[in-house]
């Protein structure tokens, strides 16, 4: 046994007392003969219960015994040390600490969701397979030059003059080649084998393709580039259980250093949702530098940074974190990759924005919708019988994340990017083929004619009233300010601190007690530390607990 659990122990025993029945009676009876009965349940808290609470809470540990002595015997110096009063130095003290800090981030997982590891981020196609040969190789596009889904031959590569490939011709008519040694990204410590084809180093092919992006997959020369760079293997999903895990994690963690620097760094609250700090490590940083133009299901044009201002990490840095400063666009982890990947539509992040910061998750009313069956219903859902109840706010909402690409994390630069492209309408009006970013971005195949007057407009401009356009122009940013200004913001983060550490939802009999905290929070230039002490020193609190 440890010796805090120790202590705890022996504090519990001490607690003990025995029943009237019990005392003793001067007969010389065992007062404890008929067992030992515990205290009566008090309506709050004691001292040493109240210093354990709030060691739980603050650092996910239990007092040390040296922690108990001290705040027995006043010895931290507080003015109310000692006189029947909680110990606070000890709380203030451990709110300072990084325990607490990482706490906080813990907390702030079951509002955001930042687990992205079951979204697939690059295409099976960039993907290499060892074969039962331990050679690695790209089933999927294997058979633009091998002609078939095989691997290549056995045998070291060897090149002709010109330094093409020597082919080998199998008896079922597929061309192969050898192979080569690569020491990949992921672990420069052991050289693979892999086939030549996809071991190819060129950014360009010689027919003029980039050879780092989606086009790349159906040239023939065309391989995974330098260390492999712009490809993976199953070996890096731990098995196959869950794609991408390393990269999944770094984007992951991005929200979660962004939250511990606000606590670690004492900064407002606000930052969490409107700062341009991000944080990457190695393999966030690989991917961010290498893989966002050859991706899955989801879109990464463009990404938020400048490749070539990126830390220069390597694969294997995992547990190193660095600092990142991106551009005015952001809004904190609102605009991070793991949040708009997790949240994938610009009505999702509105929603879980609304539900998790401002306490107002979107529900149909009591009755439920009514009107459902209209037969000639309005694209445009502010409008629609039944989804207007909700869709009036949702849509304008998650117009702010306009320029942000749905099922994906790029941002659509307004300076490549307008919100009306004439080439984009020509396409749509003509049946002439559309650009890739026509296609992906603006309106060139409306459902009914209620589109047409959007026709080569953003996808996102569509059933915008003309008051909302500020909304897209400023982003998610603008949200959160007129969130702050009008109250529902701060109002809700203490409304969401005070439901974690009482462990219980708060009501309207907290109503005035939690106005209280609000209006601290803002006072205190919303520093969280100072909204959770105001919490844990509260009569609440400590009935609660």
Same mark, same amino acid.
């Given at each position: ?37 515990? #205290? ?82 690059? /295409? ?43 082919? %080998? ?38 027919? $003029? ?56 760094? *004492? ?7 409107? $700062? ?8 966030? #940083? ?48 609102? +605009? ?7 949240? %994938? ?21 009591? %009755? ?5 069956? *209209?037969?000639?219903? /309005?694209?445009?859902?502010? %409008? ?12 304008? #909402? $998650? ?48 459902? +009914? ?23 897209? #122009? ?72």
């Amino acid at each position: 046994m440890s010796v805090s659990s120790l202590l705890s122990s022996l504090l519990y025993l001490a607690s003990i007392t025995l029943s009237p029945a019990q005392a003793d009676d001067g007969s010389g009876a065992d007062a404890y003969a008929d067992g030992p009965t515990c #205290a009566p349940d008090s309506d709050a808290l004691d001292d040493h219960a109240l210093l354990r609470a709030w060691s739980l809470d603050v650092r996910g540990v239990v007092p040390s015994p040296e922690e108990y002595a001290a705040f027995a015997d006043g010895a931290s110096g507080a003015d109310n040390a000692g006189d029947g009063g909680p110990d606070v130095a000890a709380l203030d003290a451990w709110l300072q600490t990084d325990e607490f800090a990482w706490r906080v981030v813990r907390y702030h997982r079951s509002l955001l969701w930042p687990n992205v590891t079951d979204i697939r981020l690059l /295409s099976n196609r960039q993907r290499l397979l060892m074969g039962d040969d331990g050679i690695y190789y790209r089933y999927l596009v294997a058979p633009n030059y091998r002609g078939g889904p095989v691997s290549c031959g056995d045998f070291e590569a060897q090149y002709d003059a010109d330094g093409e490939l020597i082919l %080998q011709e199998t008896e079922e008519g597929y061309r192969q080649e050898g192979w080569v040694w690569v020491t990949p990204y992921w672990d420069r410590a052991n050289p693979i084998r892999v086939c030549a084809y996809e071991a190819q180093e060129a950014v360009v092919s010689p027919w $003029g393709t980039a050879c780092d992006t989606y086009d790349g997959r159906y040239d023939m020369y065309c391989g995974c580039g330098p260390e492999l760079a712009w490809c993976d293997t199953f070996d890096l999903g731990h098995n196959g259980d869950n794609p991408e895990p390393p990269v999944a994690m770094g984007i992951a963690g991005d929200i979660e250093h962004r939250i511990h620097r606000v606590i670690d760094e *004492d900064l407002s609250y606000l930052e969490i949702l409107t $700062g341009r700090t991000m944080f990457v490590n190695g393999p966030y #940083a690989h991917f961010l530098r290498y893989q966002t133009q050859v991706p899955a299901h989801v879109r990464f044009n463009e990404i938020p940074i400048d490749p070539d201002l990126l830390p220069d990490l390597a694969f294997e840095d995992e547990d190193t974190w660095v600092p990142v400063e991106l551009g005015e666009e952001q809004s904190g982890v609102l +605009t991070s990759t793991a949040y708009l990947m997790k949240f %994938q539509t610009r009505r999702g992040r509105a929603n879980r924005f609304y539900s998790a910061f401002l306490c107002q998750p979107f529900q149909p009313p009591d %009755q439920g919708l009514q009107d459902l069956n *209209d037969p000639d219903a /309005s694209l445009d859902l502010t %409008q629609r019988s039944g989804c207007s109840y909700c869709h009036a706010i949702l849509e304008p #909402a $998650g117009s702010h994340w306009g320029r942000w690409v749905e099922y994906g994390a790029g941002w659509l630069d307004p300076d490549h990017f307008g919100a009306f492209e004439e080439d984009c309408e020509w396409c749509a009006i003509t049946g002439e083929s559309c650009s890739p970013e026509c296609l992906n971005y603006y309106v060139t195949d409306p459902l +009914t004619s209620e589109e047409d007057p959007w026709l080569g407009s953003m996808r996102s401009y569509e059933f915008v009233e003309e008051r909302h356009l500020e909304n897209i #122009a400023e982003g998610p940013k603008l949200l959160v300010n007129n969130a702050v200004a009008d109250g529902r913001l701060p109002a809700c983060v203490a409304k969401n601190a005070a439901t974690w550490l009482l462990g219980r939802e708060v009501d309207d009999n907290d109503a005035a007690w939690l106005d209280g905290l609000t209006r601290e929070f803002i006072a205190s230039d919303y520093r969280y530390p100072v909204l959770v002490r105001s919490i844990l020193t509260s009569d609440a609190y400590r009935s609660a607990r």
